[in-house]
């Protein structure tokens, strides 16, 4: 768990202080020195580079596809990368940085191609680093080092980054970072909650509230199972989420709340808080909302 007092009391200076997620799918890194190199040397890189893109292809069985109508979009220098997130607005944005020679890079972009054709509302870029010179200026302004690297951009802004990750941790900061059509309700101030808890006074659902942060690692890794229960306990609990560092009036609900540690979920019924769990245990969670559906777990 992320200790929510810790976080308010000293930011966190850059992206890579962010807690990361342990998976055991997770595939090794790759190091790439992105300096200058010489001429001959970029021209066998490029070639290197149409054979990862065949690789992958392949993997994913859409060889013919990958050049004509994926939604993976390749980008080449700074200026169409900074292009491609302008045009991207407020939607998430996704970039994997790879490499023509890593092997753990041919490997992760069939998922992330697969993520593509069915996570419309999310926008996908590959930069190859060794590609040419205005790739490896692109990777040394958001300081890449190794691949595969993930970086996640929303309005422009760097929100989130992985190293090395595996397809479940990929597919958890995409749904985590990008959900806009789950039944999961998104909630971005003090007056959604209170609207959220006024319109279900009525039917008596028992609401769950994740309380979480951008870049925590255990609230990314328990929210597919959120996103699966609520699709699944549709009829008779509905399921929000707010990250607390959205803006200042949810941290003045966080702070209201007693949450000091996230992921928390509050349990709340008829307008009141009846209970809560604080981890990211999938299974402990299940229970816990049982316990308040009054069902009894033995």
């Given amino acids: 768990m992320a200790t929510f007092t810790n976080f308010l009391s000293k930011p966190p ?5 962010f807690p990361k997620i342990n998976n055991p799918l997770c595939f090794p890194r790759s190091f790439i020195p992105f300096v200058t190199k010489p001429k001959a040397l970029t021209k066998k890189l490029e070639t290197n580079r149409t054979h990862f893109i065949t690789k992958a292809a392949a993997a994913s069985g859409t060889a013919k596809k990958v050049e004509s109508d994926e939604r993976v979009q390749r980008v080449h220098s700074i200026e169409e990368f900074d292009e491609a997130l302008r045009m991207a607005k407020n939607k998430l944005v996704v970039v994997e940085y ?3 020679h890593s092997y753990h890079s041919s490997k992760i972009y069939p998922f992330m191609v697969d993520l593509s054709r069915t996570c419309n509302d999310v926008e996908f870029l590959l930069v190859m680093g060794d590609e040419s010179e205005k790739t ?3 990777c040394e302004r958001e300081r ?5 690297h993930f970086s996640f951009y929303k309005s422009m802004e760097k929100i989130h980054e992985e190293e090395g990750i595996g397809p479940d941790v990929l597919m958890g900061d995409v749904l985590y970072y990008g959900d806009n059509h789950s039944a999961v309700v998104q909630l971005h101030s003090r007056e959604d909650v209170e609207k959220l808890i006024a319109d279900h006074k009525v039917d008596q659902k028992l609401i769950v509230l994740d309380v979480g942060l951008k870049h925590c690692g255990p609230c990314v890794k328990v929210y597919p ?3 699966k229960l609520s699709k699944q306990m ?4 509905v399921f ?3 990250n607390g560092d959205e803006n200042d009036s949810c941290m003045a609900f966080l702070k209201d709340m007693n949450v000091v540690e996230v992921p928390t979920f509050l349990f709340i019924r008829d307008g009141d808080i009846c209970g809560r769990y604080v981890g990211s245990g999938k299974g402990e969670l299940i229970g816990e909302i049982l316990r308040y559906q009054g069902v009894r777990v033995t």
Avoid: K, W
């Avoid at 890449?144 to 595969?148: D, G, H, L, M, N």
């Avoid at 549709?234 to 609990?237: A, G, K, M, R």
């Fill in 13 to 17: 200076s850059s992206l890579a202080t």
């Fill in 225 to 227: 199972t959120v996103v």
């Fill in 98 to 100: 790879a490499a023509s």
């Fill in 234 to 237: 549709v009829d008779t609990v």
């Fill in 240 to 242: 929000a989420r707010m």
């Fill in 136 to 138: 490896r200026e692109l």
């Fill in 144 to 148: 890449i080092e190794q691949v595969p």
